[in-house]
């Protein structure tokens, strides 16, 4: 159990266009789901927290109207990289909050490959 | 204050060698810890986590974990290294006066030679 999906794992896409990732929690219900940036080499950057049926909640210092994150039910959240440029290029992980271990325990997405030319 | 410390961003051990990952929180309440391991190109897959109870976790793999409250720390470690081990891991610590959130390490990259 606890499995989440990510879609697409690689994307490449021409600088100016916007770019959807889903996030999805295969067997379980996620009241939050949460959305990483990883730079090669680095840890992972909280990007935000979203809850079912309200706004997300940006870290300091990442765009909202750049970063526009859905959570339209449950089990999917979605990240759009709008007008993308080379410099959003990096490794997008989604994680979601539940599942039968309980409200504490964070289950991660494979993570989605953002490559902009 | 760095909330969460990897010592060693890189470890290297020899197959069957005693594994050993460092790591130390600053929290001041009782946290919640995990450790996750991160293959290339891949998400973050839990290991094991403490929340209450039994200071010493079992993972998966063969891994396990103490929380020693003393020393604010929570090493992980597995009594003999095999190839698959080689990783990068995460320490990750989950707390209130965090927001709750996830706060990881910086990692450490586990090297297994043969």
């Known amino acids: 159990g606890a499995v989440v999906s990510q879609h697409p794992s690689w994307v490449i896409c021409k600088s100016g266009t916007s770019v959807k990732i889903e996030c999805r929690s295969l067997d379980f219900q996620a009241t939050t789901m949460f959305w990483y940036r990883q730079f090669p080499k680095q840890s992972l950057m909280l990007m935000a927290t979203s809850n079912e049926g309200s706004k997300a909640t940006y870290e300091q210092g990442v765009e909202k109207d750049k970063f526009l994150i859905n959570h339209a039910s449950l089990t999917l959240s979605t990240l759009t990289v709008t007008s993308a440029h080379p410099e959003d290029s990096s490794f997008y992980i989604c994680?979601?909050?539940?599942?039968?271990?309980?409200?504490?325990?964070?289950?991660f997405g494979p993570g989605t490959r953002l490559l902009v030319l | 204050a760095q909330s969460v410390t990897q010592l060693g961003s890189h470890v290297s051990v020899s197959e069957g060698a005693l594994v050993l990952l460092r790591c130390n929180y600053s929290?001041?309440?009782?946290?919640?810890l995990f450790w996750y391991v991160q293959y290339p190109n891949q998400g973050l897959q839990l290991l094991l986590k403490y929340t209450t109870g039994a200071t010493l976790v079992k993972g998966i793999n063969g891994f396990e974990a103490e929380f020693k409250k003393s020393e604010t720390s929570f090493h992980l470690t597995k009594p003999s290294a095999h190839m698959s081990d080689a990783a990068e891991y995460f320490c990750?610590?989950?707390?209130?006066?965090?927001?709750?959130?996830?706060?990881f390490g910086a990692g450490t990259i586990l090297r297994v030679k043969s």
């Open positions: 994680s979601a909050r539940g599942g039968s271990s309980g409200q504490e325990t964070q289950y």
């Open positions: 929290s001041s309440v009782p946290p919640y």
């Open positions: 990750a610590v989950s707390a209130m006066e965090y927001g709750n959130k996830l706060v």
